[in-house]
T-cell receptor, first 112, second 109 residues
C-alpha cells in the first residue's frame, strides 16, 4: 500500500546534537512538506519542496535544514541552532494542494 | 489577524447530538478548503474537502461561505468515536496549506 513513512517514531536528542528525521513516500507525489506541532498549537511549516533538488523555507526554518535528492525522500535535520526542538514533527506529501496533503505518522523529538 | 481561526473548544456533547464548528479565513483568494481530523498524539487525516456548493459525507456536512470567508462542519448523530480535534485547513497559494489550531470535540455516553 502507498503511504508516507516517518522514522523514528520517538527520538531523544542531547543538547548540542544534530539529528535527522526520515520521511519516505511511495505515493509518487511531487511535493513534500515538514511541519512542527507543539502542544495545544497548530501546525507550523518548516520547509517544503515542490520538486526534486529544490526546496523553500517555510515560516519557521531557522535551526533546520533539508535535502531533496530523490522524489521519494525528504529528510529533515534539526541542528543545534534550533533552541526549542522538542515537538511533534510531521511530514506530508501531495500532488497538488487542491487535493490536500497525506501525512506520515510523525516523529516525537525530545531534548534530554 | 490569523490566517485561519477556530474556536479551540472543547465542545462537550452527548452521543446522538448534532454539533457544528465554524472557521474563518483571511485570504479571500484561497481556492481550496478542507477539514482534517486529528486524534490525540496522531497525525492529521483528511476528513473531507469543502466545496462552494456544500458537500455531505454520511453524518458530516461541510459548507463554504466565500462572501463571509468562513467554513463550517456539521456532525449529526455524534458517536463516541467522533471525539477528536478537527482542523480547518485553507490553501494559501504556492501549493501550501495553512492549518487552524483545531477545535476539540468530546462526545460522552
Amino acid at each position: 500500500d502507498g503511504g508516507i513513512t516517518q522514522s523514528p517514531k520517538y527520538l531523544f536528542r542531547k543538547e548540542g546534537q544534530n539529528v535527522t528525521l526520515s520521511c519516505e513516500q511511495n505515493l509518487n507525489h511531487d511535493a513534500m512538506y515538514w511541519y512542527r506541532q507543539d502542544p495545544g498549537q497548530g501546525l507550523r511549516l518548516i520547509y517544503y519542496s515542490q520538486i526534486v533538488n529544490d526546496f523553500q523555507k517555510g515560516d519557521i526554518a531557522e535551526g533546520y535544514s533539508v535535502s531533496r535528492e530523490k522524489k521519494e525522500s525528504f529528510p529533515l535535520t534539526v541542528t543545534s541552532a534550533q533552541k526549542n526542538p522538542t515537538a511533534f514533527y510531521l511530514c506530508a506529501s501531495s500532488t497538488r494542494a487542491q487535493d490536500g496533503y497525506t501525512f506520515g505518522s510523525g516523529t516525537r523529538l525530545t531534548v534530554v | 489577524r490569523k490566517e485561519v481561526e477556530q474556536d479551540p473548544g472543547p465542545f462537550n456533547v452527548p452521543e446522538g447530538a448534532t454539533v457544528a464548528f465554524n472557521c474563518t479565513y483571511s485570504n479571500s483568494a484561497s481556492q481550496s478548503f478542507f477539514w482534517y481530523r486529528q486524534d490525540c498524539r496522531k497525525e492529521p487525516k483528511l476528513l473531507m474537502s469543502v466545496y462552494s456548493s456544500g458537500n455531505e459525507d454520511g453524518r458530516f456536512t461541510a459548507q463554504l461561505n466565500r462572501a463571509s470567508q468562513y467554513i463550517s462542519l456539521l456532525i449529526r448523530d455524534s458517536k463516541l468515536s467522533d471525539s477528536a480535534t478537527y482542523l480547518c485547513v485553507v490553501e494559501k497559494g504556492f501549493q501550501k496549506l495553512v492549518f487552524g489550531t483545531g477545535t476539540r470535540l468530546l462526545v460522552s455516553p
